[in-house]
Every structure is written in structure tokens, then in C-alpha cells.
């Protein structure tokens, strides 16, 4: 999965990454149900096969806990495309922007 812990100092929540998924367009809504109540995990496998992306259904929904979700909620999402996409791209300006550096430096 693309973010597993990074191999630089980048962080999610005070990086481009976070207000470029602010910005992404809407791929669809869920109503939480009841058994869906406090568990952005669960949508995260819902919607994108994985429990491992409920911090985007989380940021993209502003908001920062658990507790937030609750049942009769509409949650929208991105599409795993644009999402994918963003990251891929800038990691790859990322190594190219490490690259040059060394050439600089050298």
C-alpha cells in the first residue's frame, strides 16, 4: 500500500498531500448505518477494499476521530484513482528534486 511509513520526512497532515485531497473531486457518498457508526476503518473497506485509508475518508471529511462518524452521516470520498495518482506523482518529483540536488551539490 503507497503509505506505509515513508522513507523521508514527509508527513500527511502538514504536507501538499493533504490540502490536494481537500481538493479532489467527490468519486461518491455513503449514509453510515449503524454498523458503520465510529468506524472509518470500515468504510475505508467499503469503499476502497482496505481499511488502511480511513484517515482520507477522515481528512476529506474533516474529521479527526472516531467519534465523529456517526450513524445517518453522509460521507463522500475520492476516487482510489486520484488519490493514487497524486501521491505517485509527487513521490516521483520528490526523487527527482532529490536527484537534481545531489547533482547540484556535487
Known amino acids: ?3 506505509e511509513p515513508y522513507a523521508d520526512s514527509r508527513d500527511p497532515l502538514t504536507s501538499d498531500f493533504f490540502m ?3 481538493n479532489m473531486p467527490k468519486a461518491g ?12 476503518d470500515l468504510i475505508s473497506f467499503r469503499t ?14 474533516d474529521r479527526l476521530s472516531y467519534d465523529e462518524f456517526l450513524s445517518g452521516d ?3 470520498f475520492p476516487s ?3 488519490v493514487d495518482g497524486y ?17 547540484v551539490s556535487a
Open 1 to 3: 500500500m503507497y503509505m
Open 48 to 61: 476502497y477494499g482496505t481499511t488502511k485509508l480511513w484517515w482520507v475518508i477522515a481528512l476529506y471529511n
Open 74 to 76: 453522509l460521507i463522500a
Open 80 to 82: 482510489m484513482n486520484d
Open 20 to 22: 490536494e485531497l481537500k
Open 87 to 103: 501521491y505517485f506523482t509527487a513521490q516521483r518529483k520528490d526523487q527527482i528534486d532529490q536527484c537534481l540536488a545531489r547533482r
Open 29 to 40: 457518498e455513503i449514509t453510515l448505518t449503524a454498523d458503520l457508526e465510529f468506524r472509518p
